[in-house]
């Protein structure tokens, strides 16, 4: 695909590019797809939105501050022109952004974009050697961090890298110099086909991989997905717990309601009973977490405070259909099941609403297309496991990486994860395709065995993995964490092992259980399998 003439001064984004044959196709095959050569992302959400709503609708909500869209998009300009004025910033440079869901850390993100920078954003818990690892990566000039969170930048000593506060409103915080700056900047005129935004990936092991996203691609999710699956309109009020600093939460919290001119409610901490509490008092209509969240809310006795959402939203990591299934009971609520990667930005493949069936992620998004592949590349028949593969107007780019050859694959996304398509086109999870679980030549997906474990009232969460085992290759172990009232026993186990054996096929059943306090979860909340490993491996 010829790409547009770059409206980038520092060309480094453009020149890290895989090559064209690398890239997945791209396919916009929605008349909301087509867009102009020339786009600010920050731009559209902003001044587009105002344009069309005016200026004073509610945009960016925290528990103690309420900002308007005409304030949000004069606070960008002010801290666009801080950028290129006070630093010297050229549309290209990469900022690296540092802090906790906030209002503030959202206006930098759209300052960022409205200077023509690139944005790239980090978990605020990410320390030295991380932090080093993706400047390194993206060879970030300066850095935006909130103030209560530069001690490990600090700390990496990073040569050239200048880093700038936020929120202490001490001299020299970028609270003061955005304050100081006059009013309106003329956002950057980017190409639809500049980069944005460099996401990185949220891997346990190895170098982190960098996935490059353009201004087209920060609209194109939230007009597929936002727009034809949660269908917002402007009197929603979005709220979750994933960070602004992954893709997940970008959509969910910044992207999705600011193109639909609705408002985003910003949490930097909450327990799911707190999460709950603010979404009663807030007024929250769409809420995006992981089923962990789901389940703790209704654990604390929450459900009451729920009943007020519009919409509810799993992506992150499989959701079993015993949660889909208690969580509609106690609140009424259908939860959408999705599948994103950061490669492809967001959700991908999801049921809202009739089409919805428990257990199932759902069908692919209007504007994606999905099929389940052999090892070969071909497709394969409905009904077998196989990997999935994913096309749309979003795709795989990584900067400078030679695993785009893995990950892109004769056009196709291969997202990691092994999927069934049943004869209507819905597409069940199996497994993250490196753990499948092979036992004696049988092959067992851990997600199934789960479903089955959770729907024991003393089981309150459980993740199941393959060990090694001279006899059998792998045996299936399942870790439970049981809920208050129960204990762990042989006895216990038993029951556990009895009921799988009677819900799915004998052979599946755990043939080890460990009862543990609490699962290792990375900050997003999926759960670490490789640790689980580790751990079985290592007794």
């Not at 069908?363 to 409905?382: I, M, Q």
């Not at 593969?389 to 997202?415: F, H, I, M």
């Amino acid at each position: 695909m010829e790409l547009s003439p770059s409206a980038h001064v520092d060309t480094f984004c453009r020149d890290s590019l895989p090559p064209p044959a690398l890239w997945p196709d791209l396919e916009f095959t929605l008349p909301e797809l087509s867009y102009p050569d020339r786009l600010n992302a920050a731009d559209e959400l902003l001044n587009r939105t105002i344009d069309d709503g005016g200026a004073a609708r509610r945009c960016l909500i925290s528990p103690t501050e309420t900002l308007t869209y005409g304030q949000v998009a004069e606070l960008a300009g002010r801290i666009a022109r801080v950028l290129t004025e006070d630093f010297g910033l050229v549309p290209g440079n990469r900022v690296l952004l540092r802090g906790p869901n906030n209002p503030w850390l959202a206006a930098c993100w759209l300052g960022v974009l409205t200077a023509g920078c690139v944005a790239v954003p980090t978990m605020p818990m990410l320390r030295t050697a991380e932090l080093t690892s993706i400047w390194g990566i993206a060879r970030v000039q300066l850095a935006l961090c909130d103030h209560r969170f530069t001690a490990e930048l600090e700390a990496a000593d990073l040569p050239g890298l200048r880093i700038v506060r936020f929120g202490a409103a001490d001299p020299g915080d970028l609270t003061m110099l955005a304050a100081a700056k006059p009013a309106g900047f003329d956002p950057v005129q980017t190409a639809a086909d500049d980069v944005a935004m460099i996401a990185f990936t949220s891997g346990t092991t190895g170098r982190p991989k960098a996935a490059m996203h353009f201004h087209r691609d920060m609209l194109a999710v939230a007009d597929t997905f936002s727009a034809r699956v949660l269908r917002p309109d402007p009197d929603d009020v979005f709220t979750g717990t994933p960070p602004l600093a992954f893709a997940f939460g970008i959509g969910a919290l910044l992207l999705f309601p600011l193109r639909a001119g609705a408002a985003s409610l910003l949490i930097e901490r909450a327990t799911p009973a707190e999460l709950a509490d603010y979404i009663a008092g807030h007024g929250a209509t769409v809420l995006s977490t992981a089923p962990t969240a789901y389940r703790a809310m209704l654990a604390a006795g929450k459900a009451g405070q729920l009943r007020g959402l519009r919409r509810a939203v799993s992506a992150g990591e499989h959701l079993p259909a015993p949660t889909w299934t208690a969580f509609h009971q106690a609140t009424g609520i259908k939860i959408i099941d999705g599948i994103g990667s950061t490669e492809l930005l967001h959700i991908f493949i999801a049921a809202a609403d009739d089409n919805i069936r428990p257990g199932s992620t759902g069908l692919p998004v209007p504007g994606y297309t999905a099929a389940v592949l052999d090892s070969d590349g071909k497709p394969l028949p409905d009904g077998e496991p196989g990997r999935l593969a994913v096309k749309g107007p979003t795709g795989c780019r990584y900067l400078r990486d030679e695993r785009q050859r893995s990950y892109v694959q004769d056009g196709w996304n291969l997202t990691g994860d092994t999927y069934i398509r049943d004869a209507d086109g819905y597409f069940w999870y199996q497994a993250r395709s490196d753990d499948m679980i092979i036992s004696s030549g049988y092959s067992i997906a851990g997600p199934e065995v789960e479903e089955v474990l959770l729907s024991h009232p003393d089981v309150a969460e459980c993740a199941v993995v393959g060990v090694p085992d001279e006899a059998r290759g792998q045996i299936v172990k399942a870790f439970v964490v049981l809920a208050a009232s129960a204990t762990g026993g042989e006895e216990t186990a038993r029951e556990l092992q009895d009921l799988v054996k009677q819900r799915i096929a004998p052979y599946k059943y755990p043939r080890a259980i460990e009862f543990v306090s609490a699962l290792p979860r990375t900050s997003t909340g999926k759960v670490q399998r490789f640790v689980l490993r580790q751990q079985a491996t290592s007794q």
